[in-house]
């Protein structure tokens, strides 16, 4: 855990328009369990009321938070096991052309942080800062987080859009629109993450197979946790994994259309927030909770507007065994098989993505050059299955994961010292559990 923020780091800001009117104090509006302010080296626990002032740390314990309030329009929470330093607030500064510019600034040094600004007027910028990028808007909600020991910092934008920067790297940015997210780390901690489907074929399902008809056909998942809250929010992630892994055409995924669509993202997401939801006992613990979400393939694609490809019959979540007695050793073995190239394709669509310059991805170099797309096919080859997931449809899902420090040094050689020292990603769809907590 990081207990003093370094500013010889690179920093994370987001910079928003705010209004300077009234002091240079934020106060404590709302908050839950432990939380503790540190004012002058003397740590104190916080209270309603409590007046936040520049040099101020906030923090807060396991199920704990508190909402901070900058103006009637403008605040930010701070939620569970999460520090953050008050840098500035309400403070002057002069911009290139002599304007003065009102300066907020938080430093976030572990946890999250969701800010709240609906009243950004001109000549302000708020600021969040983490180890690695700088970000900025005017007038958003959006919600940064930091892990501590890798530096990881997840920025996820729920109104308006932000320019995240790469600190020290000022020609490195991207900007991300409602309800997409975007990743950034040291090269030497970033994870590489992606998904892929494989399906089985009606001929290797055999005779016995029977197609369902649309009408009866319904996407399942299965969900588990010590509190019904938890189990039902893990049942309805799990069910828009399932859900963004089916095809809406051979080639393209609910997921690859969500990404370039924020309207479809919501519209998905709102619909498997609606799910029908039944309570049942888990097998072998009575101390635990499980819930099982589904949706109708019909009704779900109706609402979308177009048909979801290639499914045959009611997917619901089984486990190895039972995937093997009913379908043998191989369908199994080319199931997973084709589960993982669609993993790598995916995996390597994620790289391409890779932001090298304000206007520039590594997609950019691989057009001009073979030898880049190649050279990245060879590094998603070491990527690792962290995850197998099995479904009474005869499908497969793998999760697949890659270290990302292989991407520079395997690429260098070929491309020049382009890459920086951070990872900064393309914006994706958010998603549905970040989606459903920050909304």
Same mark, same amino acid.
């Given at each position: ?9 690179? @920093? ?28 002058? !080296? ?6 309603? $009321? ?56 938080? !430093? ?50 729920? !109104? ?17 629109? &409602? ?12 994870? @590489? ?8 074929? $009606?001929? @290797? ?5 029977? &197609?369902?008809?649309?009408? &009866? ?43 370039? !669509? ?31 979400? &589904? ?111 292989? @991407? ?28 459903? $907590? $920050?909304?």
């Amino acid at each position: 855990m990081i207990s003093k923020f370094l500013f010889a780091f690179p @920093i994370f800001s987001l910079m928003l328009c705010m209004r300077a009117e009234g002091q240079s104090q934020g106060k404590i509006k709302a908050l839950q369990g432990s939380v503790k302010i540190i004012q002058q !080296d003397k740590e104190t626990p916080a209270t309603l $009321e409590t007046i936040i002032s520049p040099s101020d740390t906030l923090m807060t314990g396991p199920h704990s938070y508190c909402v901070v309030e900058l103006d009637p329009n403008n605040m930010f929470r701070v939620k569970q096991n999460t520090e953050v330093k008050i840098a500035k607030i309400k403070s002057e500064s002069h911009s290139p052309e002599g304007k003065v510019v009102i300066e907020y600034r938080l !430093d976030l040094m572990r946890g999250t942080l969701t800010a709240k600004l609906n009243k950004l007027p001109p000549d302000s910028k708020f600021d969040i800062s983490s180890p690695v990028a700088i970000a900025g808007a005017t007038g958003t909600a959006y919600t940064v987080e930091v892990d501590p020991e890798s530096q990881r910092t997840r920025v996820s934008v729920l !109104d308006h859009e932000v320019l995240v920067q790469s600190v020290n790297e000022p020609g490195k940015s991207v900007k991300i629109q &409602k309800f997409e997210e975007v990743n950034a780390s040291p090269w030497s901690s970033t994870l @590489i993450r992606a998904e892929g489907r494989g399906a089985l074929s $009606e001929a @290797i399902l055999g005779k016995s197979f029977i &197609k369902e008809a649309e009408e &009866k056909t319904e996407i399942l998942s299965r969900g588990e946790g010590s509190s019904l809250e938890e189990a039902q929010t893990r049942s309805l992630h799990q069910l828009s994994k399932i859900v963004g892994q089916l095809h809406i055409d051979s080639k393209t995924t609910l997921d690859d259309r969500m990404n370039q !669509d924020s309207a479809l993202t919501q519209k998905v997401y709102e619909l498997i927030s609606h799910a029908d939801q039944t309570q049942t006992s888990p097998q072998g613990s009575n101390e635990s909770f499980q819930i099982i979400s &589904k949706l109708k393939l019909d009704a779900f694609s109706q609402a979308l507007g177009f048909p979801l490809y290639g499914i045959t019959q009611s997917i619901l979540p089984i486990s190895l065994a039972e995937y093997s007695n009913k379908f043998g050793a191989l369908a199994r073995v080319t199931t997973l098989r084709a589960a993982q190239v669609e993993g790598d394709r995916n995996l390597a669509e994620i790289i391409f993505e890779t932001v090298i310059s304000s206007h520039t991805t590594l997609e950019d170099f691989a057009v001009k050059n073979d030898t880049v797309r190649t050279t990245v096919q060879g590094v998603v080859k070491g990527a690792q299955v962290k995850d197998i997931q099995y479904f009474s449809d005869g499908s497969i899902i793998v999760s697949m994961e890659l270290q990302g420090d292989g @991407i520079p040094q395997s690429l260098q050689p070929m491309m020049g010292d382009v890459f920086g020292k951070n990872y900064l990603s393309s914006p994706r769809h958010i998603e549905f559990n970040k989606f459903e $907590e $920050e909304a």
